[in-house]
T-cell receptor, first 120, second 115 residues
Framework: DVKVTQSSRYLVKRTGEKVFLECVQDMDHENMFWYRQDPGLGLRLIYFSYDVKMKEKGDIPEGYSVSREKKERFSLILESASTNQTSMYLC???????????????????FGSGTRLTVV | AQKITQTQPGMFVQEKEAVTLDCTYDTSDQSYGLFWYKQPSSGEMIFLIY????DEQNATEGRYSLNFQKARKSANLVISASQLGDSAMYFCAMIPWDSNYQLIWGAGTKLIIKP
């Protein structure tokens, strides 16, 4: 019943490596988002996409890029990983209508389980 | 500036007690939506409850209710009869409806339920 899937739960990479974080959703949502989550800072938006091949910068895009070649897949790329990119990364998707129903049946703004990335 | 403030970094509550998690927001938009999410240690973000700015009644979903005070710009989450499984991070978020469906997030409150 998983609707937003992030490819890795835990990831350890070396400084300078190129890192790909993959996110796939099966709800036919137009909008997809990448956040990073750090203690005391909440969630901060990195990039979002409202259509295939479309992308918009969020609040903290520096050091990241994204790719949306297919509607269901939104990839976050760390061009040259650095230790300050150690964080929890969360992918989300939403429909433009943002229909809302609580609990696991939510069809509005749905998150993946997160990828905890450590850069050493 | 549009902002969400959660003033409680952490809370301890005895099992079966009610708990209120604070959230204040700042926006000049007349139309906006307010959300509460729960994030257990597993990391998944779980949608709990939603309140629209034009909704006259407070939203309720099972043990969750949202105490919406528009004039004070507060949207506190109330959990009645807390359970051990309620231990988690709780995030308040807002969509000002002139944005591109981008949520503005608070820093979160870590809730720990004691047996």
């Amino acid at each position: 019943d998983v609707k937003v899937t992030q490819s890795s739960r835990y990831l350890v990479k070396r400084t300078g490596e190129k890192v790909f974080l993959e996110c796939v959703q099966d709800m036919d949502h137009e909008n997809m988002f990448w956040y990073r989550q750090d203690p005391g800072l909440g969630l901060r938006l990195i990039y979002f996409s409202y259509d295939v091949k479309m992308k918009e910068k969020g609040d903290i895009p520096e050091g990241y890029s994204v790719s949306r070649e297919k509607k269901e897949r939104f990839s976050l790329i760390l061009e040259s990983a650095s230790t300050n990119q150690t964080s929890m990364y969360l992918c989300a998707s939403s429909s433009p209508d943002l229909t809302l129903s609580p609990g696991t049946g939510a069809d509005g703004y749905t998150f993946g389980s997160g990828t905890r990335l450590t850069v050493v | 500036a549009q902002k969400i403030t959660q003033t409680q970094p952490g809370m301890f509550v005895q099992e079966k007690e009610a708990v209120t998690l604070d959230c204040t927001y700042d926006t000049s938009d007349q139309s906006y939506g307010l959300f509460w999410y729960k994030q257990p240690s597993s990391g998944e973000m779980i949608f709990l409850i939603y309140q629209g700015s034009y909704d006259e009644q407070n939203a309720t979903e099972g043990r969750y209710s949202l105490n919406f005070q528009k004039a004070r710009k507060s949207a506190n989450l109330v959990i009645s009869a807390s359970q051990l499984g309620d231990s988690a991070m709780y995030f308040c978020a807002m969509i000002p409806w002139d944005s591109n469906y981008q949520l503005i997030w608070g820093a979160g409150t870590k809730l720990i339920i004691k047996p």
